[in-house]
Every structure is written in C-alpha cells, then in structure tokens.
C-alpha cells in the first residue's frame, strides 16, 4: 500500500524536522508568523525529539540494555510523537499561500463525488467533524483502505479515535496551539480560513499514490 511521502521527515536513522514548506509569514492574515514559527519549531520540533527518544528507548530493550518494562511506555509515547510528526508533516504540506481549488475531474473527482455528491458535500462533512472533534485532535480527509473509498474522520490527540490503515489526504489540526493567538477560542473561524488555503494538488498526489489508485 502506498502512503503519502513522509520521507523528508527521517534522515541518517533519526526523525528528523523538515523545514517549512515555505515562508512563515506566507499565510499571512490566515495565519500569523508568530504562530507558525512557535507551531513548527517548538511543537513540532517536540514530537521529533519524542519520537527519537521513545524509538531509541525501544531499540535500547531491544539490544538488552533496558528493562523489557520501559518498552509499554515508550511504545505509547512513539504513538503519540510520531503521529503528531507524521501529522504535522502533512499539515504543512496540504496548505498554500496559493490555494488551489478542489479538482473535480479525473479520478479524483469522481471519488469524491461517489462519497460526498459533489465538493460542496465534502466541504460540509470535513467542517462538521473537524469543528466536533473533542478537545485537542485532528480533521482528516482520507481514504479508507477495505472500502477504497474517501471518507472523513476525526482524530484525537495524535494517535486517538484512529481508524487503522486510513490513508490521509489531507489534515487540519485543531489543537489549540495551531490559531489561539489569532482566532483566540473561535476553532470555526480557524477553519473557515484553512479551507481556503489548501492545496488541493497536494490533496490529489496523495489520492493518486494511494490504494484508490488501482
Ligand atoms: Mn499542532
């Protein structure tokens, strides 16, 4: 099964942080430089540090050298900082300073309008499940891998509520830490305005190297 390429999150045996995909102030008035720049090098930079620890722990067991014991918590800190790693690499992939619209020819458009009726119905169902999701999590458009179709779900925490093998195309992250400076509690106006800087061609590699793509 092919996966969206995450292969710039890991390099020379460690995650690692991928730089930004572009300029910290360019989503300017969507989202300001000061949030962008504590989200990626402070929060994000966090899970990559967890994910190596929490990986070097296991290895560390695994060679002997740690108490079989440290493996139940390390293996539960690696879901939770590698999926926020995994998570973030995405999220900062799927936005742009030059939005593009949602494609709705090819294969592409067909799926979704065998799941959701039209981009409209997609829109609609992202919104209500991003803007329910139960304190910190994700909105994550998807397909799944048994049905092969696209579906919406929400994730919580990084790695909680997850559907196993869901393929992701495209993520929101509502954590408060991704708009509290700008929308403050407002996570509706937040979304408002990630939804008009995603970058569907993004959206539509990731479709197209998934298993939808047979
Ligand atoms: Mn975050």
Request: proline share 6%.
């Amino acid at each position: 099964m092919n996966t969206p390429c995450l292969t710039h999150g890991y390099a020379e045996g460690c995650y690692i942080l991928p730089p930004l995909p572009y300029a910290p102030e360019a989503l300017e008035p969507f989202l300001d430089a000061e949030t962008l720049m504590l989200h990626h090098d402070r929060h994000h930079a966090a899970y990559v540090a967890g994910a190596n620890a929490a990986a070097d722990t296991l290895r560390r067991v695994a060679a002997g050298e740690l108490d079989a014991q440290s493996a139940s918590a390390a293996a539960q800190s690696l879901a939770f900082n590698l999926g926020g790693h995994i998570l973030h690499c995405l999220y900062w992939d799927n936005m742009s300073p030059v939005p593009s619209n949602m494609p709705m020819g090819g294969r592409f458009g067909e799926a979704v309008r065998e799941s959701f009726g039209d981009a409209d119905g997609l829109l609609r169902v992202f919104r209500s499940v991003t803007l329910s999701v139960q304190g910190s999590g994700w909105g994550v458009l998807g397909v799944d891998p048994v049905s092969r179709k696209m579906m919406v779900t929400g994730i919580c925490r990084h790695q909680d509520v997850l559907v196993p093998a869901f393929e992701p195309l495209l993520v929101c992250d509502v954590w408060e830490h991704a708009y509290y400076l700008r929308y403050r509690n407002n996570r509706a106006a937040y979304l408002e305005a990630f939804m008009s800087k995603i970058n569907w061609s993004v959206v539509e590699e990731r479709f197209n190297r998934s298993c939808c793509h047979v």
